[in-house]
C-alpha cells in the first residue's frame, strides 16, 4: 500500500464512517492519528487506516470495542488473520441463507397445495426455526443436533414437561414471596441449571449464544411462551447466587 496521508473528513468519507466515530475511536485510544496539524486536524496514514480496516472487521464478527481493543493489542492478530475470519463469516452467512431459501420454498409449497395449514401457522413455525439460526453458528446448530439425536425424542417430550414443571414451582415460590437465596428456591436453581446443561452440553460458548437470544429476543419469545420477563428475572438472580 503507497503512503498516504487523510484528513479524518476525507477518511470518513471514504469509509463511509461518521466523523463522530472516528472521534470517538480517538478519544478512547482505539484508533489515534498518526499526526495533528496546528490547526488541530488530524491525520490518519498507512498504518491507522489498516487498523481502521481490523476494528471493522472485528465489528462485524461481533466483538465489543473493549475487545477488539486486546484483539489489536495483541501481537498474534494480523490482517491475514482476519480476513480470513471474516471469509469464513461470509460462508456461514451464504450457507444460513440457502437453508433459509429452502425452508421457504418448502413453505411456499405447504401454502400452495395445504389447505389444512394456515398462514399465521406457518409464519410462526418460520419465526421458531430462523430465530435459532441468528444466534448459534453452524457449528452449535449442528452439536444441538447431535445433541437431540443422541437424547432422543423421548427424552425430549420428558424435558418439555420438566421445564414446565419446573417453571411452575418456581412461579409457586415467587407467588409466596420467597427470595432467591432461599434454600428451596437454590434447589430450583440447580435443576434449571441441570436442565440447561442437558440441553448445552454443557458448551460454554452454546450457553452464551443462549443467553444472548433470550437477551436480544426475550424470554417469552425466546421460549415460545414457556418464562416471562418476570420469571427469568427471579431466577437469573437464584442463579447468580447458587453453589
Same mark, same amino acid.
Given at each position: 500500500?503507497?503512503?498516504?496521508?487523510?484528513?479524518?473528513?476525507?477518511?470518513?468519507?471514504?469509509?463511509?464512517?461518521?466523523?463522530?466515530?472516528?472521534?470517538?475511536?480517538?478519544? /478512547?485510544?482505539?484508533?489515534?492519528?498518526?499526526k495533528r496539524?496546528?490547526?488541530?486536524?488530524?491525520?490518519?496514514?498507512?498504518?491507522?487506516?489498516?487498523?481502521?480496516?481490523? /476494528?471493522?472487521?472485528?465489528?462485524?464478527?461481533?466483538?465489543?470495542?473493549?475487545?477488539?481493543?486486546?484483539?489489536?493489542?495483541?501481537?498474534?492478530?494480523?490482517?491475514?488473520?482476519?480476513?480470513?475470519?471474516?471469509?469464513?463469516?461470509? =460462508?456461514?452467512? *451464504?450457507?444460513?441463507?440457502?437453508?433459509?431459501?429452502?425452508?421457504?420454498?418448502?413453505?411456499?409449497?405447504?401454502?400452495?397445495?395445504?389447505?389444512?395449514?394456515?398462514?399465521?401457522?406457518? *409464519?410462526?413455525?418460520?419465526?421458531?426455526?430462523?430465530?435459532?439460526?441468528?444466534?448459534?453458528?453452524?457449528?452449535?446448530?449442528?452439536?444441538?443436533?447431535?445433541?437431540?439425536?443422541?437424547?432422543?425424542?423421548? =427424552?425430549?417430550?420428558?424435558?418439555?414437561?420438566?421445564?414446565?414443571?419446573?417453571?411452575?414451582?418456581?412461579?409457586?415460590?415467587?407467588?409466596?414471596?420467597?427470595?432467591? *437465596?432461599?434454600?428451596?428456591?437454590?434447589?430450583?436453581?440447580?435443576?434449571?441449571?441441570?436442565?440447561?446443561?442437558?440441553?448445552?452440553?454443557?458448551?460454554?460458548? *452454546?450457553?452464551?449464544?443462549?443467553?444472548?437470544?433470550?437477551?436480544?429476543e426475550g424470554?417469552?419469545?425466546?421460549?415460545?411462551?414457556?418464562?416471562?420477563?418476570?420469571?427469568?428475572?427471579?431466577?437469573?438472580?437464584?442463579?447468580?447466587?447458587?453453589?
Open positions: 500500500m503507497s503512503e498516504i496521508i487523510l484528513k479524518i473528513g476525507q477518511l470518513a468519507r471514504r469509509t463511509g464512517l461518521t466523523v463522530r466515530t472516528l472521534r470517538y475511536y480517538d478519544e /478512547i485510544g482505539l484508533l489515534n492519528p498518526s496539524m496546528d490547526s488541530g486536524y488530524r491525520l490518519y496514514g498507512v498504518e491507522e487506516i489498516e487498523r481502521l480496516h481490523n /476494528i471493522l472487521a472485528l465489528r462485524q464478527l461481533g466483538f465489543s470495542l473493549e475487545e477488539i481493543q486486546s484483539c489489536l493489542d495483541n501481537p498474534e492478530y494480523s490482517l491475514d488473520n482476519i480476513i480470513i475470519r471474516q471469509m469464513k463469516q461470509v =460462508r456461514q452467512d *451464504i450457507e444460513l441463507k440457502k437453508q433459509l431459501y429452502a425452508r421457504l420454498k418448502t413453505m411456499a409449497d405447504h401454502i400452495r397445495f395445504a389447505e389444512k395449514i394456515s398462514v399465521d401457522e406457518l *409464519i410462526q413455525t418460520m419465526k421458531v426455526m430462523t430465530m435459532h439460526e441468528k444466534y448459534f453458528n453452524e457449528d452449535q446448530m449442528e452439536e444441538l443436533k447431535q445433541r437431540r439425536n443422541n437424547i432422543g425424542q423421548v =427424552r425430549m417430550q420428558q424435558a418439555q414437561k420438566d421445564w414446565q414443571e419446573l417453571i411452575n414451582d418456581v412461579r409457586i415460590e415467587m407467588k409466596n414471596g420467597a427470595d432467591p *437465596i432461599d434454600k428451596k428456591v437454590q434447589e430450583l436453581a440447580k435443576r434449571w441449571k441441570k436442565l440447561i446443561e442437558e440441553f448445552t452440553g454443557g458448551d460454554s460458548q *452454546i450457553q452464551n449464544s443462549l443467553r444472548d437470544m433470550y437477551t436480544s424470554p417469552e419469545k425466546a421460549s415460545q411462551g414457556f418464562v416471562d420477563a418476570e420469571v427469568m428475572s427471579f431466577m437469573s438472580r437464584a442463579l447468580s447466587s447458587t453453589k
